[in-house]
């Protein structure tokens, strides 16, 4: 059983500040890791992905990779409050199409 | 672009009824597409991958006499509730990916469609 686990929460963060998100996942084998925003009632909507080890960044949002960890994190910075939602992490399948998410880990942002 | 479209985006229906739902790519033809389901407060849960002129591949757990899916284009897949039951209710979400590998081409997501059986 393939397994992805979130902080459900929910994270409170002031506005303008850093929000960490983080993820583990059990297969080994997955190689790109998605992360999307879902508002409540609405469906999930890409932020990112990343495939390599490390950094990348995407206007305020960075997606963290260790694979030896397992483990992918999500940071937005200068989080506003129409950031608030709830953070699905994503990992798609070792050699496969398919993704698993996470319970997802809501973030409210407060004025 | 990479718009993906659900219809309809809310029905409610008499139990034991079928129920059809649409989900289209508008911009980009989908190789494959994928239908969820998620209940409140709780993940989307992967149904079943629909590839275009093949037969669909279920998940484990998921009747694939009660949920029928058609992927007759590149551009439409359904799914068929069929004699739906109050257990049924829950929000279906499509998504499509356009080409072969998902590690480059990712899942675009419709809006989903919540559907209630009284």
């Known amino acids: 059983q393939k397994e992805v686990e979130q902080n459900s929460g929910p994270l409170s963060v002031p506005e303008g500040a850093i929000a960490s998100l983080n993820c583990t996942y059990s297969d080994r084998g997955s190689q790109s890791f998605f992360w999307y925003r879902q508002y409540s009632g609405k469906s999930p909507e890409l932020i990112m992905f990343?495939?390599?080890?490390g950094d990348k960044e995407d206007g305020r949002f960075t997606a963290q990779l260790n694979k030896a960890s397992q483990y992918v994190s999500l940071l937005i910075r200068d989080s506003q409050p129409s950031d608030s939602a709830t953070y699905l992490c994503a990992p798609l399948e070792g050699g496969g199409n398919k993704l698993t998410f996470g319970t997802g880990t809501q973030l409210k942002v407060e004025l | 672009g990479a718009v993906v479209s659900q219809h309809p985006s809310w029905v409610i229906c008499k139990s034991g009824t079928s129920v059809k739902i649409e989900c289209r790519s508008l911009?980009?033809?989908?190789?494959?597409m994928f239908w969820y389901r998620q209940f409140p407060k709780q993940s989307l849960m992967l149904m079943a991958t629909?590839?275009?002129?093949?037969?669909?591949?279920?998940e484990q757990g998921v009747e694939k006499d009660k949920f029928l899916i058609n992927h007759a284009s590149l551009t439409l897949s359904t799914l068929t509730v069929t004699s739906a039951h109050p257990e049924d209710s829950s929000f279906y979400i499509c998504s499509a990916i356009q080409g072969e590998q998902a590690h480059t081409d990712t899942q675009y997501f419709g809006p989903g469609t919540r559907l209630t059986v009284l």
């Open positions: 911009d980009f033809q989908a190789t494959t």
């Open positions: 990343i495939y390599s080890n």
């Open positions: 629909s590839n275009e002129g093949s037969k669909a591949t279920y």
